[in-house]
């Protein structure tokens, strides 16, 4: 399983938001290039990127340093936020982006979507299915930056798209985003048991390398991490398993592997 850390962007700067609520921010002292670099230094080959107010008004605010993000070179960006045409689309993957992340149209204009895919490849569109809980249990996704709730399930959003069009499908638990809490395993087993032919990413709730460790179990392809790399919560010798380009302690003491 791979470790993709996130960095969200509002207004320029590197944020956290706590359950997806704009009024309940963290704002941190690095920069998103700083940010990157570091995450970088640990040994991410991918950094998940995220324009806040690009998710909620539908429009890209941050699209400068996503730009200068995508042109730090020896990682990989998949980059999401008011990702709604083709054309934007086209724009960040010839700035540089490897993969960009589809959330509100994915359940609002699945059609578009699903011709999206078409042109620009399966590897090139990560759908984001974002979830709450309702009364009764079924996991209902949201959309406009997590601000607007429908009556679609998890499930029936995915029911949608063609069995061989989509690749990969993040998810997060609205509940236990930035809350460090655990994350919801038994949505993501459930998941993977019933699409298994998906690299499924979880988000939301990671808090330590034990939780990386109960998701690499359950078989999901990455797990995304915000609050938890920011604070430096999971130690870097914990993080080697899940950062293919970590460097191994030998070679971190100046040691010459043979």
């Not at 690095?30 to 690009?54: N, Q, T």
């Not at 010839?94 to 992340?101: A, D, H, L, T």
């Amino acid at each position: 399983m791979l470790l993709i850390p996130a960095i969200d962007l509002r207004g320029g700067h590197c944020v956290r938001l706590y359950q997806g609520d704009f009024a309940a921010e963290t704002r941190y002292d690095c920069s998103p290039r700083e940010l990157l670099e570091k995450y970088r230094a640990l040994g991410a080959s991918w950094v998940h990127v995220v324009d806040l107010e690009g998710a909620r008004d539908g429009v890209l605010a941050n699209r400068g340093v996503i730009s200068d993000l995508a042109a730090r070179r020896g990682l990989k960006l998949q980059v999401g936020g008011g990702i709604r045409s083709a054309e934007i689309i086209e724009d960040l993957i010839s700035s540089g982006v490897e993969r960009v992340v589809i959330g509100s149209a994915a359940v609002e204009r699945p059609d578009d979507v699903i011709s999206w895919i078409s042109r620009f490849g399966s590897d090139r569109i990560c759908l984001a299915l974002d979830i709450r809980y309702d009364r009764h249990g079924e996991p209902q996704v949201r959309t406009r930056g997590w601000q607007s709730g429908t009556a679609i399930s998890l499930w029936e959003a995915i029911d949608v798209y063609p069995a061989a069009g989509v690749r990969h499908i993040l998810c997060t638990d609205i509940e236990r985003d930035g809350a460090l809490t655990g994350p919801n395993l038994d949505l993501y087993r459930s998941a993977v048991e019933r699409l298994p032919r998906i690299a499924w990413q979880a988000s939301g709730g990671v808090r330590d390398a034990a939780d990386l460790a109960a998701l690499a179990r359950i078989g999901v392809a990455a797990a995304v991490s915000g609050k938890a790399m920011l604070e430096e919560r999971i130690r870097p010798e914990e993080l080697r398993p899940f950062l293919p380009d970590a460097s191994s302690p030998a070679s971190t003491s100046g040691t010459a592997r043979s």
